[in-house]
């Protein structure tokens, strides 16, 4: 059975940080691009970031891009979002996923993802 669970939302303030975990099981882990998304009330989920398999290529959102770094552990079967400077205009439930098929290249779409987290809320706000 294949799981992913996210954790380390919250509220901090403007300016500040947080670290996301996603930690899964159930698939070959370290044979999988991971990505995170966000969805904000009332917008489309869009993506944040992706790493593949061997966490040498990295993609971001240019939204993201300079304050947000994505990381791997396979040892762990974890992924992780480490997210400063952070904006309001974060506000929003994050959620990562991975594809069913191994290797291949981050995408950006949505549809590219068979598997979700249940997400975390992650609150930007003074």
């Known amino acids: 059975q294949v799981q992913l669970v996210e954790s380390g939302g919250g509220l901090v303030q403007p300016g500040g940080s947080l670290r996301l975990s996603c930690a899964t099981s159930?698939?070959?882990?370290?044979?999988?691009?991971m990505v995170w998304f966000r969805q904000a009330p009332g917008k489309e989920r869009e993506f944040v970031a992706g790493?593949?398999?061997?966490?040498?290529?990295?993609d971001y959102a240019d939204s993201v891009k300079g304050r947000f770094t994505i990381s791997r552990d396979n040892a762990k079967n974890t992924i992780y979002l480490q997210m400063n400077s952070l904006m309001p205009e974060d506000t929003a439930t994050y959620y990562c996923a991975a594809p069913r098929t191994t290797y291949g290249r981050i995408r950006r779409t949505q549809s590219a993802y068979v598997y979700w987290g249940q997400g975390t809320q992650v609150t930007v706000s003074s």
């Open positions: 790493i593949t398999w061997t966490g040498t290529t990295t």
């Open positions: 159930g698939f070959t882990f370290s044979s999988l691009v």
